[in-house]
T-cell receptor
Framework: GNSVTQMEGPVTLSEEAFLTINCTYTATGYPSLFWYVQYPGEGLQLLLKATKADDKGSNKGFEATYRKETTSFHLEKGSVQVSDSAVYFCALSDITGGGNKLTFGTGTQLKVEL | GAGVSQSPSNKVTEKGKDVELRCDPISGHTALYWYRQSLGQGLEFLIYFQGNSAPDKSGLPSDRFSAERTGGSVSTLTIQRTQQEDSAVYLC?????????????FGDGTRLSIL
């Protein structure tokens, strides 16, 4: 079956620090990969996506590259801000694995301090 | 434009009661999904509707859970004889089509608390 593994949190960084949140996946077919973000008290929002190998998704200064050889989709940002404090979820969607449902990682809480 | 709308935003009920949760997807989106977010289990898929096809119910945890989607738009998730372990945030999402590269757009969820 499909699964997503992401690094344990919480991650605490100072403002302007470099961020990496690791995500690896297992899928039976050719998945699309997503990062969703959940700000405090809010719902899930799509942050970025990549639909095939070597695609790079980017949004709001965040980037992630679909690496088929390492089955990874690590999230990076060069300089985090306090407003980036949230929970980040890596997810995959694989139609060959049983429909279009998303399989999520456990989430990584990010806290950015001044 | 309007996003996915869920109601109520919060629901507190006694164990054993039935509850109904409503989801209004983005206009024109043919695919609709229900997920559950709980502390112990993370984010779990419950059920998926695509157009007029039979729904994928593979994630429903027990026969106390059911869902319907009327007219290809609004969906209702029903939990009968609620138990304390049903306490969670229930999230609805919709996508333009039921294909894997289409992102799902989420509502703010219904926080369900079973006393």
């Amino acid at each position: 079956g499909n699964s997503v593994t992401q690094m344990e949190g919480p991650v605490t960084l100072s403002e302007e620090a470099f961020l990496t949140i690791n995500c690896t996946y297992t899928a039976t077919g050719y998945p699309s990969l997503f990062w969703y973000v959940q700000y405090p008290g809010e719902g899930l929002q799509l942050l970025l996506k990549a639909t095939k190998a070597d695609d790079k998704g980017s949004n709001k200064g965040f980037e992630a590259t679909y690496r088929k050889e390492t089955t990874s989709f690590h999230l990076e940002k060069g300089s985090v801000q306090v407003s980036d404090s949230a929970v980040y979820f890596c997810a995959l969607s694989d139609i060959t694995g049983g429909g279009n449902k998303l399989t999520f990682g456990t989430g990584t809480q990010l806290k950015v301090e001044l | 434009g309007a996003g996915v709308s869920q109601s109520p935003s919060n629901k507190v009920t006694e164990k054993g009661k039935d509850v109904e949760l409503r989801c209004d997807p983005i206009s024109g989106h043919t695919a609709l999904y229900w997920y559950r977010q709980s502390l112990g289990q993370g984010l779990e898929f419950l059920i998926y509707f695509q157009g007029n096809s039979a729904p994928d119910k593979s994630g429903l945890p027990s026969d106390r859970f059911s869902a319907e989607r009327t007219g290809g738009s609004v969906s209702t998730l029903t939990i009968q004889r609620t138990q304390q372990e049903d306490s969670a945030v229930y999230l609805c999402a919709s996508s333009l089509q039921g294909v894997s590269n289409q992102p799902q757009h989420f509502g703010d969820g219904t926080r369900l608390s079973i006393l």
